[in-house]
C-alpha cells in the first residue's frame, strides 16, 4: 500500500486559482500526478454540467481552508496504520496506490486503476462537499473503496457494473468489507439523520422496488449517488447491497462470495429477491 499526498500541490493550485477554478491550471496539476489521471478525471466528467455540477463544488473547496485541512489531517491520521490493520484481517496487504488529490468532481472515492496498479482516489472537492472531512468518515471512505481493489483483484466484475443487479453486488462486497475491517457489522458510513433506522423499516420494500426495477428494465440510479434518491433518501442501495451480500455469506465465503461471476450473482440474487 502506496500513500500518496498531494496537499502542498493543492494548496499551491488554490493560491493560483484565487478562488475561480480554471481548468488549465488544474490540467497541469493533474497530469504532474499522471497523464492518465488527467484524462480519466475529464473522460468520467463528460456527462456533467461542467458549470453548475463541478466549477461551484471546486470553488467552495478552494474557499473552506477549515475543511481542507480538517479533510487532510485525517487522511494522514487513517492512513498511518492502515496496512498494518488490513493486513491482520486479511492476511496480506493491498498492492495500491490511495492518492489525496483534487479531481473534477469524479466522486470522493474512486477505486480505480492508474499507471497499471489499483489506485483509490479521494477527490477532496467532494469529500468537502458531502462533510466526510473526520477522522470516522475519512475511515469509511477509504475502506469501501479498498473493498472494491480487494474485490476486483479475485474477480473483476466491473465490466459488467452498470448493470444493476453486478452494480448492487459491488457496492455490498465493498460495504461488507468496510465493516469487515472495522469489527461492526452493523455500520454504515451513510447513516444519518434516521438513515438506517429508515432503511430497516422499509426493507421488504426496497428490495421489491429494486427487484421490480430490475424486472422492469428501469433504471436504479435513485438507488445510488449523493446526487440521487430513493423517497429522500440517498445510497440506498449501499444498504440493499450489502443486505444481499450478508444473505450470501450465510451460504458461502466472503471470499468466494468475491469471485461470484454474472451469472451467479444474478441467479442469486433472484433467490435472494424473491
Known amino acids: 500500500m502506496t500513500i500518496i499526498d498531494t496537499y502542498n500541490e493543492i494548496i499551491a493550485l488554490f493560491d493560483k486559482m484565487g478562488g475561480i477554478f480554471e481548468i488549465d491550471l488544474w ?14 478525471c475529464k473522460y468520467d466528467s463528460r456527462d456533467y454540467v461542467f458549470e453548475t455540477q463541478v466549477v461551484p463544488i471546486i470553488e467552495q473547496a478552494m474557499t473552506n481552508r477549515v475543511k481542507l485541512d480538517l479533510a487532510h489531517a485525517s487522511f494522514l491520521q487513517v492512513t498511518e496504520n492502515m496496512s498494518k490493520r488490513i493486513e491482520e484481517v486479511l492476511g496480506t496487504d493491498l498492492q495500491v496506490d490511495i492518492i489525496f488529490y483534487v479531481g473534477l468532481c469524479n466522486g470522493a472515492g474512486w477505486a480505480t486503476e492508474l499507471n497499471g496498479k489499483p489506485a483509490v482516489l479521494l477527490g477532496v472537492e467532494k469529500i468537502i462537499e458531502l462533510d466526510w472531512c473526520d477522522d470516522e468518515s475519512m475511515t469509511a471512505l477509504i475502506h469501501h473503496e479498498l473493498g472494491h481493489i480487494w474485490h476486483f483483484s479475485l474477480h473483476d466484475i466491473s465490466k459488467q457494473y452498470s448493470h444493476s443487479v453486478v452494480k448492487l453486488f459491488c457496492e455490498g462486497v465493498a460495504m461488507h468489507f468496510e465493516q469487515l475491517i472495522l469489527g461492526d457489522f452493523n455500520y454504515y458510513h451513510q ?28 433504471s436504479t440510479q435513485d438507488f445510488f449517488g449523493d446526487r440521487c434518491n430513493y423517497q429522500g433518501y440517498s445510497d440506498v442501495g449501499y444498504y440493499l447491497g450489502c443486505e444481499f451480500v450478508k444473505w450470501l455469506v450465510q451460504r458461502y465465503p466472503f471470499a468466494e462470495i468475491a469471485k461470484l461471476d454474472y451469472d451467479s450473482v444474478c441467479k442469486n440474487f433472484y433467490s435472494f429477491a424473491g
Not at 490540467?27 to 480519466?40: N, P
Not at 432503511?199 to 422496488?209: G, L, M, V, W
Open 191 to 218: 447513516s444519518k439523520n434516521g438513515w438506517l433506522d429508515w432503511c430497516q423499516a422499509n426493507r421488504t420494500e426496497i428490495k421489491f422496488e429494486f427487484f421490480r426495477r430490475v424486472n422492469a428494465n428501469e
Open 27 to 40: 490540467e497541469r496539476y493533474a497530469s504532474d500526478i499522471s497523464g492518465e489521471l488527467l484524462e480519466k
